[in-house]
Each structure stands twice: as structure tokens, then as C-alpha cells.
């Protein structure tokens, strides 16, 4: 059975920078399970592992747009501390569900602290960065009915209901 939209797929996986620093990685894990053609990966791996089969293993190297998108100076802002009320102590790495611009829910990163002024990134942290995924495809099946309908796999390595 080859990979297709609405197929259950599991891979292992070594995902790399342009340094080839180890960013993530399933070794010594579970493999990732996702629902092919639903989004559940990025864009660019999703598509180089269409139509792969159980065995296969590839090197898939996905530029930002296919990634986590460029990184955009727009999403950085200076706040003031006063805006993080109920937070004790305000680290950076810190992060927080914030409205984005467009009124959709994003996360936002502490980069820097200096006295009152808070700098937040709303970027993902891989954003304007070329990745590179070392991948061995280990397993392939037909999604359930309720697995399609909900957008992501369901049961061991998936989601729990």
C-alpha cells in the first residue's frame, strides 16, 4: 500500500538544520502517525512522501515555504510588562496564546526582557528555515471513517479521544 490522501501513515524520522544540527527526531521513540493529505505535517514532507511505500526511506530537504513560512519582522512586538497580568515572573522562552493581527489564535515567544518593555515573536521558532528530514516510511492503512472525519489518527501514536 502506497501513501495517499486519507491513509494513516506512520514514519521514523531525523529532521536537520542547514548546520545539520539535530532539531527533532523519532529515534529511540514512536514513530510519527499522521493522516495524509490533512495537514497534521508540514506541507513540503507531506508531499515528498506521497505515493512512498512501507520500506522506503528518503531524504526530503523542504525550504521555508514549504515549511513554517519566512520568518516576518511584522510578527515581533515591544509590550509592556503590565500586559501579562498574573504572571509572577517573566522569563524569555516564555510563551503565550496572543490574537494575531487577523484575529486567529497564535503563539507568542519572550525573546527579550529589558526593564517594563517585553519583546514577543509570534514566528514559529523553524520559521525562515530550510529543513531537512531524514525519513523511513514504516507503516501504511486505510484511515477510519472517524479518523478522516476528525482530521488526524486516532489510537496509538495518534490522537486519544
Partial sequence: MTIATNKAVSIEYT?????GEVIDSSA????????????NIIPGLEKALDGKAVGEELTV????EDAYGEYSAELVSTLSASM??????LEVGM???A???DGQMQIVTIRDLDG???TVDGNHPLAGQRLTFQVKVVAVRDASEEEVAHGHVHGE???QH
Fill in 84 to 89: 501579562f497580568e498574573g504572571v509572577d515572573q
Fill in 95 to 97: 510563551q503565550f496564546h
Fill in 116 to 118: 517594563d518593555d517585553v
Fill in 15 to 19: 529532521l536537520t538544520n542547514d548546520a
Fill in 157 to 159: 501514536g495518534g490522537h
Fill in 28 to 39: 529511540g521513540g514512536a514513530p510519527l502517525v499522521y493522516l495524509q493529505g490533512a495537514g
Fill in 99 to 101: 490574537s494575531a493581527p
Fill in 61 to 64: 530537504t523542504v525550504e521555508p
